[in-house]
C-alpha cells in the first residue's frame, strides 16, 4: 500500500520543526548567528513559494511552507538583535536585487516562471550566508540546513499535483542546502587544519 501524500507532507512539517526550532533556539542563545539579509528574503521568498504550492494544487506538500514562514520570521526578527552584524556592500547588492525581484514575480501570470523566480531568487538569498560562513563556518548549523534539504525532498514525495510550478522550488532548496552545508564542512574543516 504506498504511502499517502498527507503522510509525507506530515513528515516533511516534522523535518521543517526539527530544522528549525533549534536553529531559532541557538540564534536567540547566540550561539548561532544569522545574517539578517538572507532570512529577510529567505522569509518573504518561502511565504511567496508557500502561497504559489497552494494555489497550484500542492496540497500537503504545502503545509511546510506555511510552518517554514512562520519560523523564517521568527528567525528573521532574532537575527535583527543576535545575527551577523558585519554587512558588506555585495551583501547590499543582493539585498536590493534580491527585492527588486519579487515585483516582477507579482507581475508574471505564468506560475511555472514565477516558480522559477522565486527559487532564483531565494537561492540568491544564500549569498550573504555563504560569504559569512566563509570566514565564520562555526556560526552557522549546518545541521539546520541538511534537516532543510531532507525537508524539501519529504515536501516532493507529498505534492499532490505534480507539475513544475509545484516543484521547481522544492528542487532548487535540495540544491541550495546541500551546496550551503558542503561549503560549512569545507570551510569548518579548513580552520581546523589551520586555514585562518
Known amino acids: 500500500m504506498p504511502i499517502s501524500p498527507e503522510v509525507w507532507g506530515g513528515i516533511s512539517v516534522l523535518f521543517a520543526l526539527v530544522s528549525l526550532v533549534p536553529y531559532l533556539y541557538a540564534t536567540l542563545k547566540g550561539n548561532n548567528k544569522p545574517h539578517i539579509f538572507t532570512w529577510v528574503i529567505w522569509t518573504l521568498l518561502t511565504g511567496i513559494a508557500f502561497m504559489i504550492q497552494l494555489l ?25 538583535r543576535h545575527g551577523e552584524k558585519r554587512i558588506t556592500q555585495g ?12 515585483p516582477l514575480w507579482l507581475l508574471t501570470a505564468n506560475p511555472v516562471l514565477a516558480a522559477v523566480w522565486v527559487t532564483a531568487i531565494d537561492s540568491a ?3 550573504p550566508t555563504i ?6 563556518p562555526h556560526e552557522e548549523m549546518a545541521t539546520a540546513h541538511a534537516i532543510a534539504a531532507c525537508k524539501h525532498v519529504f515536501v516532493l514525495l507529498a505534492v499532490e499535483t505534480f507539475v513544475p ?14 551546496l550551503l552545508v558542503g561549503i560549512i564542512l569545507m570551510r569548518r574543516y579548513l580552520f581546523t587544519a589551520g586555514d585562518h
Open 165 to 178: 510550478a509545484t516543484i521547481i522550488y522544492s528542487i532548487g532548496m535540495v540544491v541550495m542546502n546541500t
Open 125 to 127: 538569498g544564500y549569498l
Open 56 to 80: 497550484e494544487g500542492a496540497g500537503s506538500g504545502a503545509w511546510s511552507g506555511g510552518v517554514s514562514t512562520v519560523f523564517c520570521l521568527a528567525i528573521m526578527l532574532a537575527a535583527i
Open 131 to 136: 560569504r559569512k560562513v566563509w570566514t565564520k
Open 91 to 102: 551583501d547590499w547588492v543582493v539585498f536590493v536585487l534580491s527585492l527588486a525581484a519579487i
